[in-house]
């Protein structure tokens, strides 16, 4: 399995503290049937500021440290990048990673919002050849009261990732109700684990597949997993079709 986004470097944000710590989130990654990792640590947030520079030295830290451990794990570069102002001209400024040098660019959105100007950055964004990977929508309060402002966003061309563990429960019961909802609606296009740590949020990607098959189907836990290999490939995702929510959508669990 391709894991396309995960905090497994160390010392850069809130992930793991050394690289110990790393190489054994490593060796759980595989050991849940993961080939392939996107170090995507946290950018332009109120933290944290992870430069490409510093995300490649840790890239290259721990791609040695794996091998001397021969840990079959491939790590590849990225950013969960913080929405703000001058995302674009982050991007002209070189302070900005795709995923793995691909098209894919991983956005984060505050939690209790979807900004106003996102719609405009994903069309610049897409002006640019390149496609917004929104994180864990599922996990946003806006989107909780309104899902179908997914939809408006797509139209902007942007796609969306969901974590592991709101599949599994982990972030309450509404989380899980919404997480579910948002894939029967073929509103997601990938699965990620999300992992920071080898505790509280481990690599849990393997049973949360195993758990898409049994809440819904084999066939979308599939195209999640082979949207994973596409993204890794550089090519187009696969796209469902999308539904509409009811017209009192999902606003009531949130009461």
């Given at each position: ?24 989130m ?6 849940n ?26 890239i ?23 929405i703000?102002r ?20 991983l ?19 897409s002006?640019?050849?390149?496609v ?29 990732q ?41 690599f849990?990607?393997g ?14 836990a ?34």
């Amino acid at each position: 399995m391709i894991d396309m986004h995960t905090h497994i470097l160390h010392g850069l944000d809130d992930g793991p503290m050394t690289l110990e710590d790393s190489v054994e989130m490593a060796r759980m990654a595989v050991s849940n049937g993961i080939s392939t990792v996107f170090a995507t640590p946290h950018h332009r947030t109120s933290r944290y500021f992870t430069s490409p520079e510093e995300i490649e030295a840790g890239i290259k830290k721990l791609t040695d440290a794996l091998a001397g451990e021969r840990i079959p794990l491939e790590v590849r570069g990225g950013q969960e990048i913080r929405i703000t102002r001058s995302l674009i001209d982050d991007w002209y400024d070189g302070g900005l990673l795709t995923l793995g040098g691909t098209r894919y660019v991983l956005i984060e959105c505050p939690s209790h919002e979807i900004p106003d100007d996102l719609a405009e950055i994903c069309h610049e964004l897409s002006i640019l050849g390149k496609v917004p990977v929104i994180a864990h929508p599922e996990r946003n309060r806006a989107v909780a009261e309104d899902p179908d402002k997914l939809l408006e966003l797509m139209e902007w061309g942007a796609v969306f990732q969901m974590t592991a563990d709101s599949l599994l429960g982990t972030f309450g019961p509404r989380v899980e109700t919404l997480a579910y909802d948002l894939c029967s609606r073929r509103l997601i296009h990938l699965v990620a684990s999300d992992a920071h740590d080898r505790v509280r949020r481990p690599f849990r990607l393997g049973e949360a597949y195993s758990r898409i098959e049994e809440r819904i189907d084999g066939d979308f836990a599939e195209y999640c997993r082979s949207n994973a290999r596409l993204l890794a490939e550089d090519s187009p995702l696969q796209h469902g079709e999308p539904v509409a929510s009811k017209p009192r959508g999902l606003f009531a669990i949130f009461r």
